[in-house]
């Protein structure tokens, strides 16, 4: 079975599954149609025909969509897919005459290199139901442009690479050049992984052909008011001004690749590219690196919505000197550009002359150029001695201020590089560091401040970035989350607070990029040497929650919300946004904090953590874990085991093994539906009578010592009458968890030492899914390692539980634990020591009764006692809600949690919802 075919046979069964297991307009009989088609019937309304074609061949192509149409007229349908293994086109329309142009069809596109079938089956029914009844939201025409581009280049890639190598083989001179090329940007030259390169080569060649017919066409458009006639455009190497492309002008193409780019410059031809209001050549040539390439080189294109904030809010002034030190194919240089040309700059070059690019890939720098030159309609020729104004092909860190000056702006997306891929490198990237501090004393490369070693490749670009920044200049960039969470993140946060007012970080409700491996955050600064001013700032964590006119956000951004005096945080929340304004002094005094919870915990989880209140749990009790046996098969028994082995009460200690064992808030030896067995105290006894001197016939090593002792113990249980768990131990030593490595070091074996420090008066599952978070036991209860021990030290248990079982307490564990695979919160040790709860000394002796007796009513099945808790915490706290609303954002948080897919923005709108009128002032 061929390719197309055999994708054909994988798309017919996915969409037969959707429409089975959906609630669709469409019948199952999904109908396989002569020549590679298929038919979606539909009970009431017309059906939808798919065109499936080879993977090479453009499925927005002509040939394509005259497929499609001729499909859908035989067939009666309005609308037709075609689809290839990557992209896919709905077109949607009540004329399918071949004559009627693609563009007059609502048309949407699918990408098929990040979807399944199955969910780009349900997506395309949905849409075309939704089109056809008229009610489907408009898609941006700039993301179809960008999916249209991505396809047809992906049909041109295979026959450039063809050409390519059949250039390698017999043509000496092409073959120098494209060594020379590869060796120049540290590209394989030898076999087999000369392919590698041959492959990327291609990609870049198909993807100048095809930008420069999208320039020529913009040009084409910008300089007449009259529609040129269609054909006109020139297939070939066009006068677009990109120099430097010397290789990819010498890759010859056959008559099959120059019709496909004829074909391709006709449609454009018809296609309205000047309301495209992004840097579609960009866009399109940053989607093309591949995934694996994009993660190892740490690069993620930035959304245009926010390139055009940052720059609004770091570019005040047409005469603003602007900062790119990693541009890439320049979208937030090009939304700088449109800024400085806002403000009022006087021509087309004098934005050029305040810009500043920097990167690695002279191809992505040339392209910049290129963009640049389009901008109000120039001369698209003018765009490489453009880039000598502008851009520079260096490494960012061999650049100093004295080179490029300084400036008063930054706009960046700096590389994600994670810090164990730097090693090479990481001394390179650190050698500025030694220019900063009181006469350049090195204070952050090696000093007091020095900035962690494990920082990823981001933090040194800020602090390079630094140097180059006049006072009061400003910087916006788009950065990873890390630096707010990870282990290195206090160093960085220090450099910060020590050479800049930090105005705002913006966090988002959804990930910013969606191919991104980290999370991201906008870091807002402003540059001064003025200790005073940084301390006395206001730094606002603003959470977006839905989408909003960027006016909105700069507003949210830079309003000033007034923390009261006294206090040093401040929560104000609306529907649409969140903002925790806390003293930038405060952050300085508190390095080491995760100040991610800022952004994105729940605003009762920061009253509790931030509130003088409340305590981390390890100031009133002892956290512990749990017995890990090593061997639960051997060493945890259920009722059968013990019926039919039968093990002799003496050495059965009650256990709980899992949290499913427990249906309530109390587990005791009643409840016991495991044990575990406990030979240690008869091990001791026996042994310390021989004065743990047993006979042995051999000169015999610790091993041959510890099998002697179990046989002597095991010997003496049947001497002393305990045959039940002697002969039980005989069982275990055929048992294959018997040669676990954990039992080397139990001497004997069988002997896992006292177990009643593996007993407490609270346990705490270490993975939290159910309602029931901390249980009261009768202290007598084993638990296994899959529990946290919880021993209260300066208060009583039942008052300690019933704060721990609170419904603020769920909220903050919430937000502190690390959420698995399987949904459920993970705690560790460390996680529960952390843990911030209300201080029982600061309850009153009415609020601790009231908590004690809400926790007895927990136990005996009442459920009004959770609310007699909550009112009382609700009162310590001195918070401004009411119970039903407390419990109410505890159980959204769970359904989040647990939710996946699309069906989680129901309960994440409610949340906002219900956040949308806290406000709390916290004081120091």
Known sequence: MDSEAAFRTRLRAAIASVVSSHETR????????????????????????????????????????????????????????????????????????????????????????????????????????????????????????????????????????????????????????????????????????????????????????????????????????????????????????????????????????NERLRAFADSIEREPLLEVDIDIAGRVYERLIPDDERTRLGQFYTPDEIGRLLSRWAIRSPVDRVLDPASGTGSLTVHAYDRLKELGARSHWDPLERLTAVDVDGFSLRLLALTLAFRDGHDPADGPSAADRFAYHRDFFDLDPDTVGRFDATVANPPYVRQECLAADREHFREHLADFGPGSDGIYADGEKEIDGRSDLYCYFLTHATEFLREGARLAWVVPTKWMVADYGPSLQRFLYDHYTVEAVVGFRNRLFDDALVDTVLLLLERTDDEAVRRATETNFVRINERMDSDDILDVIDRTYDIDDGNHLTIRGESSHRVVAVRQSHLADHLGEKLHRYITAPALHTAVVEHDATVPLSEVATITRGKKTGANPIFVLDPDDVRSRDVEERFLRPAIKSVREIDGYEYTTDDAEKWMLDVADYVERVLSDTGGDVDSDTDADSDTDADDRAAFVTSALERDGYSGVSSYLRWAETHPSRTNASLASNDPWFDMGSLDSKTAPIVCPQAMDTRRFFARTDGEVVASNRFLLVRPRTVDSTLLLGLLNASLTKIVVESHGRVTGGGAVNLSSSDLRTLRVVDPSSLTDEQRTAVRDGFESLVAGDGDGQSAIDGAVIDVLDLDLGVDELQEVARTLKRIRRTKGREVESPVRKLDALEDHIEIGLGE
Request: glycine share 6%; with cysteine.
């Open 26 to 257: 469409f019948e199952t009989a999904c109908e396989e149609l002569p020549d590679g088609g298929l038919l979606v019937p539909a009970a009431e309304r017309d059906g939808i025909v798919l065109e499936t074609i080879a993977a090479d061949v453009d499925p927005h192509s002509p040939t394509a969509i005259r497929r499609g149409k001729r499909r859908a007229r035989e067939h009666g349908t309005s609308a037709f897919v075609t689809a290839n293994e990557t992209d896919a086109f709905l077109f949607c329309g009540a004329e399918t005459d071949a004559d009627t142009p693609a563009s007059n069809f609502d048309r949407r596109w699918y990408d098929l290199r990040s979807s399944t079938l199955a969910e780009f089956g349900e997506r395309v029914l949905d849409d075309a139901v939704a089109l056809r009844d008229g009610d489907e939201s408009p898609t941006r025409y700039e993301e179809f442009v960008v999916g249209r581009l991505r396809s047809f280049h992906a049909s041109l890639c295979p026959r450039y690479e063809s050409s390519i190598r059949d250039a390698f083989a017999e043509d000496e001179r092409f073959r120098d050049s494209l060594v020379s090329w590869a060796r120049e940007n540290g590209y394989p030259v030898a076999e087999p992984d000369v392919e590698r390169t041959v492959r990327i080569a291609a990609r870049l060649s198909a993807y100048l052909a095809m930008a420069r017919l999208v320039f020529a066409e913009r040009r084409r458009e910008s300089d007449s008011d009259e529609p040129a006639e269609v054909g006109s455009l020139p297939v070939g190497r066009t006068d677009v001004g990109l120099d430097g492309t010397e290789l990819f002008d010498a890759i010859p193409t056959d008559a099959e690749t």
